[in-house]
């Protein structure tokens, strides 16, 4: 019996200082030291939340970029990818179709090699990421679409270039760029 007193003792001590205690530090001290990244890294524009830089978001209208496509829609509560495998007919046929609408939507060449971020969906369906080159296969059809001059369009080719985020650490991942702040900068562009 003595045993087991000692051992509800030290359950309730760990679980105070685990499940209560060590919480609320590590959030008290995320708060202080990054406070916006520890809120979810939200986006405000004229005061309305418009989305966070951590999840994607679906853009379809032909004046923004294309964020890569999500097995989950972009909802984030049942965060994950389809588990499609390489040998199974429906990533395939998905593949196919993802590539093909991509190419006809940025009237594109037939045969053009399409980033693979813009066939298959990531793996939590949040990624908010797509490659420079991916973003720079939209640029023409973005310019058409607002009917921006040649001096607008090279403006948009260099706000993709400065926008575009090197690997982290400068090996982890590839180069990126953020669908929602390049859509959010291309708005601000003259």
Known sequence: MKTLSIALKIFLVFTILTGVVYPLLVTGIAQVVFPRQANGSLILKDNNLIGSELIGQKFNSTIYFSSRPSAIENNPLPSGGSNYGLTNAKLKAQVIERKNKFIAFNQLDKNMEVPSEMLFASASGLDPHISPEAADLQIN?????????????????????????????????????????LNIALDKLK
């Open 141 to 181: 059809r973005i310019a058409k679409a607002r009917n921006f001059s040649n001096i607008q369009k090279q403006k948009l080719k260099t706000l993709v270039e400065e926008m575009s985020e090197a690997p982290q650490l400068m090996c982890l991942g590839e180069s990126r760029v953020n669908v929602l702040l």
